[in-house]
Nanobody, 114 residues
């Protein structure tokens, strides 16, 4: 069983930085990609950034140049968020895609005040 646990969310002023972490446990053989998604109140969940098992990254246009996704050699995954804006406020979810199945963490709240 794969478990994902996010941490690092919180309250920050606009222009500030936060770093999110996703700790993974369980059998991740066959992992295809890891990623971060977010969901703001009243909105659908949206992609923020992904990184493939080979290290290729992809970012939403709204976060390019401000957010960086990376993973360590055990596939724990991180999201460094700089120059945060109020519109970045959302619950952020960690995602692992393993053999075409999506696993999700419980989410961590990020709130950016203006």
């Amino acid at each position: 069983q794969v478990q994902l646990v996010e941490s690092g969310g919180g309250l920050v002023q606009a222009g500030g930085s936060l770093s999110l972490s996703c700790a993974v446990s369980g059998n991740i053989i066959g992992v295809e990609s890891m990623g971060w998604y977010r969901q703001a109140p009243g909105k659908q969940r949206e992609l923020v950034a992904t990184i493939t098992n080979g290290g290729s990254t992809n970012y939403a246009d709204s976060v390019k140049g401000r957010f960086t996704i990376f993973a360590d050699n055990t596939k724990n995954t991180y999201l460094q968020m700089n120059s945060l804006k109020p519109e970045d406020t959302a619950v952020y979810y960690c995602n692992f895609r393993i053999l075409e199945y999506d696993y999700w963490g419980q989410g961590t709240q990020v709130t950016v005040s203006s």
